[in-house]
């Protein structure tokens, strides 16, 4: 019964509108638990001395002091009187093992409050792309919380299992994750990337497409205890996207859908006919011939180092929203564009593109945007209601009204 109390007072302080006291509390987390009033009231004789007590409304305050040292709940200001803290309101605005709800929807996608394995454990529809940053393994985790490194690979594995299951011959899972893990102490850094690899490559069955490079112009200095206390390290601008793919033979990936701009210089290049004589580099390695590169072509093949800064204007669009309504806001999102990028190489024009870790639904806009038929999921209830404003006066737009209910 415990965890399913604990479970219960933290669901009460999540839904209620303001501070609560005690005896509030007592009547709402029994009603939510479906415990009889005469069974929250009934007395027994409690410790040594045998005075009688409650000992439901006992064990209720033993949660409620657990969540007072964990920071989740503070005074209002009124003895008695308690309510949740911001990293509170986040935090336990989690959804509960299999209680899926759809957020909100358009003709191209929809988002779920829920977790992940519950919604893609449960469908069988072809993903052509998985594009997710999940938490990282922080030894001081972020308000949503993330698995310590011993569990990640497990995590990892676990959830990107179903979607594995589901993806289209030639298909993708692009995984954004942390660079700055290091070994407890130490200013080296862990080789828990390299073991995510192996491992989503020997129980999956995935092939290793490439390690792309997402360089961070505006990353801030770090990692601060290596590079700018012991100097023992550099500061660090990006963080690595692995690309994997079921079938690296068939693979959906078109370089031709993200060409970019060619410089005026090389066009410049080209329209004066190209190499004027033949010429051999590294000794003969490399030879082109005369009149090469004098065909001008739709455009430039991206290079695999892709420069996005993070504090895109779609990123700052979200924050603004979300704060104005008084949200948490998600503290790591990726760039627009950067999604936008990755979907529009690795998938086409109505296939199906998924998140299960959505955060602040970067995905799910950069598949909107670009026509791509969309299914993300985040745990998070604060998250999931600030992505929905990027959708806000889309036509097709549809909030559950049960969903938006819950954050009265």
Same mark, same amino acid.
């Given at each position: 019964?415990?965890?399913?109390?604990?479970?219960?007072?933290?669901?009460?302080?999540?839904?209620?509108?303001?501070?609560?006291?005690?005896?509030?509390?007592?009547?709402?987390?029994?009603?939510?638990?479906?415990?009889?009033?005469?069974?929250?009231?009934?007395?027994?004789?409690?410790?040594?001395?045998?005075?009688?007590?409650?000992?439901?409304?006992?064990?209720?305050?033993?949660?409620?002091?657990?969540?007072?040292?964990?920071?989740?709940?503070?005074?209002?200001?009124?003895?008695?009187?308690?309510?949740?803290?911001?990293?509170?309101?986040?935090?336990?605005?989690?959804?509960?093992?299999?209680?899926?709800?759809?957020?909100?929807?358009?003709?191209?996608?929809?988002?779920?409050?829920?977790?992940?394995?519950?919604?893609?454990?449960?469908?069988?529809?072809?993903?052509?792309?998985?594009?997710?940053?999940?938490?990282?393994?922080?030894?001081?985790?972020?308000?949503?919380?993330?698995?310590?490194?011993?569990?990640?690979?497990?995590?990892?594995?676990?959830?990107?299992?179903?979607?594995?299951?589901?993806?289209?011959?030639?298909?993708?899972?692009?995984?954004?994750?942390?660079?700055?893990?290091?070994?407890?102490?130490?200013?080296?850094?862990?080789?828990?990337?390299?073991?995510?690899?192996?491992?989503?490559?020997?129980?999956?069955?995935?092939?290793?497409?490439?390690?792309?490079?997402?360089?961070?112009?505006?990353?801030?200095?770090?990692?601060?205890?290596?590079?700018?206390?012991?100097?023992?390290?550099?500061?660090?601008?990006?963080?690595?996207?692995?690309?994997?793919?079921?079938?690296?033979?068939?693979?959906?990936?078109?370089?031709?859908?993200?060409?970019?701009?060619?410089?005026?210089?090389?066009?410049?290049?080209?329209?004066?006919?190209? /190499?004027?004589? !033949? +010429? =051999?580099?590294?000794?003969? $390695?490399? %030879?082109?011939?005369?009149? #090469?590169?004098?065909?001008?072509?739709?455009?430039?093949?991206?290079?695999?180092?892709?420069?996005?800064?993070? /504090?895109?204007? !779609? +990123? =700052?669009?979200?924050?603004? $929203?979300? %704060?104005?309504?008084?949200? #948490?806001?998600?503290?790591?999102?990726?760039?627009?564009?950067?999604?936008?990028?990755?979907?529009?190489?690795?998938?086409?024009?109505?296939?199906?593109?998924?998140?299960?870790?959505?955060?602040?639904?970067?995905? #799910?806009?950069?598949?909107?945007?670009?026509?791509?038929?969309?299914?993300?999921?985040?745990?998070?209830?604060?998250?999931?209601?600030?992505?929905?404003?990027?959708?806000?006066?889309?036509?097709?737009?549809?909030?559950?009204?049960?969903?938006?209910?819950?954050?009265?």
């Amino acid at each position: 019964m415990q965890l399913s109390l604990f479970n219960s007072v933290k669901t009460v302080y999540a839904k209620a509108d303001g501070a609560l006291d005690n005896e509030s509390l007592y009547r709402r987390v029994a009603r939510e638990a479906n415990i009889p009033l005469q069974v929250l009231n009934g007395m027994a004789p409690i410790g040594e001395s045998g005075q009688m007590h409650s000992k439901v409304k006992r064990e209720i305050r033993w949660h409620q002091q657990t969540l007072k040292h964990a920071g989740l709940l503070q005074n209002s200001g009124k003895r008695g009187r308690w309510e949740l803290t911001r990293e509170g309101k986040t935090t336990l605005r989690k959804v509960q093992p299999k209680a899926s709800m759809v957020a909100f929807s358009t003709d191209l996608g929809a988002a779920l409050w829920s977790l992940s394995a519950d919604v893609f454990e449960s469908i069988d529809t072809p993903i052509t792309l998985c594009l997710t940053s999940p938490p990282y393994p922080l030894a001081k985790p972020r308000a949503y919380g993330n698995p310590s490194l011993s569990q990640y690979i497990e995590f990892i594995v676990e959830n990107i299992r179903p979607i594995a299951a589901n993806l289209v011959d030639g298909g993708s899972i692009c995984l954004n994750i942390s660079n700055d893990i290091f070994v407890p102490g130490t200013p080296a850094r862990s080789i828990y990337r390299e073991k995510l690899v192996i491992a989503l490559a020997e129980e999956l069955g995935l092939w290793k497409m490439d390690e792309l490079i997402w360089a961070n112009p505006c990353k801030a200095p770090g990692p601060v205890q290596w590079a700018s206390k012991t100097r023992q390290q550099l500061n660090c601008t990006y963080e690595p996207i692995y690309w994997f793919s079921n079938n690296p033979q068939k693979a959906i990936s078109n370089n031709r859908r993200v060409l970019e701009p060619h410089t005026e210089q090389h066009l410049a290049y080209v329209r004066s006919g190209g /190499n004027r004589t !033949a +010429q =051999s580099h590294s000794d003969g $390695a490399y %030879r082109t011939r005369a009149g #090469a590169y004098s065909q001008e072509t739709p455009g430039r093949i991206p290079r695999n180092i892709l420069t996005y800064p993070h /504090n895109c204007p !779609a +990123q =700052s669009r979200y924050k603004a $929203a979300a %704060r104005e309504m008084g949200i #948490a806001v998600h503290g790591a999102p990726y760039p627009l564009e950067l999604a936008k990028f990755l979907i529009k190489f690795l998938s086409r024009a109505g296939d199906l593109v998924v998140d299960p870790f959505a955060g602040s639904l970067t995905t #799910a806009e950069g598949a909107e945007e670009t026509g791509r038929k969309w299914l993300v999921t985040d745990c998070i209830y604060d998250y999931v209601l600030g992505g929905s404003t990027r959708f806000y006066g889309r036509p097709s737009f549809e909030m559950n009204p049960a969903f938006a209910a819950l954050a009265a």
